[in-house]
T-cell receptor, first 117, second 115 residues
C-alpha cells in the first residue's frame, strides 16, 4: 500500500513570498489532516478535512494560510505571505477506520520542511 | 479537550539500559493513546497504540507501554536500548470513542543512546 505522498520535501523562500504544499493521501482515506511542526515541538493541527469538506480549521491562521481538498482526494496548503515564524515542517496525514477495537488508524507523510529567510 | 504532557524533553541512556519515556494525558472521554517515533528528516512512525482492548500494549522494535487510568499515564518502555533507538518520541491522544478525531501531540522527548 502506498503511503501519504507530500511534495516538495524542502522549500526555502524569502519572507512575504508565497508557497504551496501538496499532499496525496492513501487511496480511500476520507479524512485528511495538515499539521505544523516547529523545531523542537510536537505537531500542531492546522486543518482537518472529511472528503472535500472542512471539519476543523480553528487553528489555521486564515489571514495568511489557506487549504483546499478538491474532489476529496489531493490537498494543497498555501501560505501567502510567509513570515519567518512559519519556518517548520508541514505534515500531512490521513486516517481510516480499523477493524476490531482499534478505532482509527493514522498515516503520516514525510513532510515538507519550509525555511523562511 | 484532550492533551498530553511528556516529562523530559531529553532522555539519555546507555546502550543496553532500560528506556523509560513518560507521558501523562488528560481527556474528557475514554482516550485512545499513541506513541510515535520520528527519525531525522522523516515522518512519524507508529510504535504502538492503546484502544481499551488491553492495558499493556506491545509495539514494534521491542517497545511497550502500559495504560494506567488511575495515574492518567501511558509511559513507554524498552528493556534494553539499542543505538538505533536514538530518535524523537511523541505521545499523542485522540478522543477514542468519538469517531474520527485528530491526534493531539505532546512536545516530544529526544532519546539519546550512549555506547
Amino acid at each position: 500500500e502506498a503511503g501519504v505522498a507530500q511534495s516538495p520535501r524542502y522549500k526555502i523562500i524569502e519572507k512575504r513570498q508565497s508557497v504551496a504544499f501538496w499532499c496525496n493521501p492513501i487511496s480511500g482515506h476520507a479524512t485528511l489532516y495538515w499539521y505544523q511542526q516547529i523545531l523542537g515541538q510536537g505537531p500542531k493541527l492546522l486543518i482537518q478535512f472529511q472528503n472535500n469538506g472542512v471539519v476543523d480549521d480553528s487553528q489555521l491562521p486564515k489571514d495568511r494560510f489557506s487549504a483546499e481538498r478538491l474532489k476529496g482526494v489531493d490537498s494543497t496548503l498555501k501560505i501567502q505571505p510567509a513570515k519567518l515564524e512559519d519556518s517548520a515542517v508541514y505534515l500531512c496525514a490521513s486516517s481510516f477506520p480499523t477493524t476490531g477495537p482499534g478505532g482509527w488508524g493514522y498515516t503520516f507523510g514525510s513532510g515538507t520542511r519550509l525555511t523562511v529567510v | 479537550a484532550q492533551s498530553v504532557t511528556q516529562l523530559g524533553s531529553h532522555v539519555s541512556v546507555s546502550e543496553g539500559a532500560l528506556v523509560l519515556l513518560r507521558c501523562n494525558y488528560s481527556s474528557s472521554v475514554p482516550p485512545y493513546l499513541f506513541w510515535y517515533v520520528q527519525y531525522p528528516n522523516q515522518g512519524l512512525q507508529l510504535l504502538l497504540k492503546y484502544t481499551s482492548a488491553a492495558t499493556l500494549v506491545k509495539g514494534i522494535n521491542g517497545f511497550e507501554a502500559e495504560f494506567k487510568k488511575s495515574e492518567t499515564s501511558f509511559h513507554l518502555t524498552k528493556p534494553s536500548a539499542h543505538m538505533s533507538d536514538a530518535a524523537e518520541y511523541f505521545c499523542a491522544v485522540s478522543a477514542g470513542n468519538s469517531g474520527n478525531t485528530p491526534l493531539v501531540f505532546g512536545k516530544g522527548t529526544r532519546l539519546s543512546v550512549i555506547a
